[in-house]
């Protein structure tokens, strides 16, 4: 990816998209977005043992809010 610019491009916006997808999204749906990737698994918030609902709260508020944390994967590091 290092050596494309049209791929970090594409990933660029493809994470801007997942994040666009993200903002003001209701805790339920993020968590059923998320149950539906592994049919299997624990909710996200009850894995974190979430029981007086802080962690959901505060989830809301950054999903709100678009505070999120967008990760770029890499392959190499070039000096741009």
Do not use: H, T
């Amino acid at each position: 990816m290092a050596g494309n610019p049209q791929v970090r491009r594409e990933v660029v916006g493809q994470i801007l998209d997942y994040a666009s997808r993200l903002w003001r999204m209701p805790v339920e749906a993020f968590e059923q977005a998320r149950m539906r990737a592994e049919p299997n698994s624990l909710s996200p918030l009850d894995a974190l043992g979430d029981e007086e609902g802080r962690i959901r709260a505060a989830l809301q508020d950054n999903l709100n809010a678009g505070r999120l944390n967008l990760v770029l994967p890499v392959d190499q590091l070039n000096d741009d």
